[in-house]
């Protein structure tokens, strides 16, 4: 069964083939109205569920669009809407929603229920954030460098600065699949999740953990970060002020490449992991990210239900 769940667990093949189809549909549609679709709709009769644990503005309307534009049909729920809220198990949900629907995808505080959701459903299950990856964020901001740069990600040079967080576990496994270099900026008692460095580790990819922001991003092709608190998580003072020197400013992306390109999966917070002029400057492409996560879904759609 073709789910999305890491990118640690999909090859290199695929991954490759998910962005070259990316690529390909946004540079078909240019210039359509968002809601029509692309002209060979794929997905025409197929229904995509999706429910979230957690809010969401971009995975929420992307997915819903991309479905739309392929030619089928989205269902969107809160948890708390289904009897999930009220102890239904994640398997027997998944038994259910495997009955009805093509695909499903979940935004969820739990990995395991994810991982209990693809076990059951019958039908592929997409990640779309959990405590310990976001995969799809991850393919649209490789898809947003190679539309940039003009160039595969392999051979790139990516710095992380922050928390080791959700993002930082899905670039370690990006990085470790796709071949390119990702330092990780990140201090003591913040790191990456220690099973997806070890699997990185173990498939030889040119990853290092930090423990200065100069040094991350010295000569980075891009520069990418992420708030200091993720979603579920309270604002801890100590936290806070271990990840400030972390902080990426004007001062410190010009250690960066000249041309390097800076990063953020959004929602951001100015003057915490980021300063406005940075995230407002010229080489923020955070905009062209969050669009680029419509059209990576589409192609991760397709690759599930054996369309690409
Ligand atoms: N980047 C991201 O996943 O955004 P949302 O939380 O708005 O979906
Ligand atoms: N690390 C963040 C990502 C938000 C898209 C969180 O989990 O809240």
Request: charged fraction near 20%; hydrophobic fraction near 45%; aromatic fraction near 4%.
């Amino acid at each position: 069964m073709p789910h999305f769940l890491d990118l640690a667990s999909v090859t290199a093949p695929a991954l490759r083939a998910i962005l070259d189809e990316a690529h390909r549909r946004k540079a078909a549609r240019r210039g359509l109205p968002k809601g029509t679709p692309d002209s060979d709709a794929p997905l025409a009769g197929h229904t995509l569920a999706m429910f979230f644990e957690k809010p969401s503005t971009r995975t929420r309307f992307s997915f819903d669009m991309a479905m739309r534009q392929l030619g089928g049909t989205s269902i969107v729920t809160s948890a708390g809407e289904m009897q999930l809220g009220r102890g239904e198990t994640v398997a027997d949900t998944a038994r259910v929603l495997g009955r009805m629907v093509d695909a499903v995808m979940i935004r969820t505080n739990s990995h395991a229920t994810l991982e209990g959701l693809a076990e059951n459903a019958g039908v592929p299950v997409i990640n779309a954030l959990t405590d310990i990856s976001h995969p799809c964020q991850v393919m649209a901001d490789i898809m947003t460098y190679e539309e940039v740069a003009g160039l595969p990600v392999a051979g790139s040079c990516w710095a992380y600065l922050g928390d080791g967080n959700n993002m930082a576990n899905s670039l370690i496994e990006a990085a470790s699949v796709l071949r390119f270099d990702l330092r990780l900026g990140v201090p003591h008692g913040y790191d990456p999740d220690q099973a997806v460095m070890a699997t990185a580790g173990c498939r030889g990819g040119a990853i290092d953990l930090v423990r200065s922001a100069a040094a991350a991003v010295d000569g980075a092709d891009v520069v990418v970060t992420d708030t200091w608190v993720s979603m579920g998580q309270t604002e801890a003072r100590d936290k806070i002020a271990a990840l400030q020197p972390f902080q990426v400013t004007a001062a410190l992306l010009a250690k960066a490449s000249p041309n390097a390109l800076f990063l953020h999966c959004l929602p951001a917070h100015r003057g915490e992991e980021v300063t406005a002029e940075v995230i407002d400057g010229p080489q923020s492409r955070v905009w062209d990210e969050a669009e680029n996560r419509l059209h990576i879904q589409k192609a991760i759609l397709l690759w599930c239900l054996g369309k690409l």
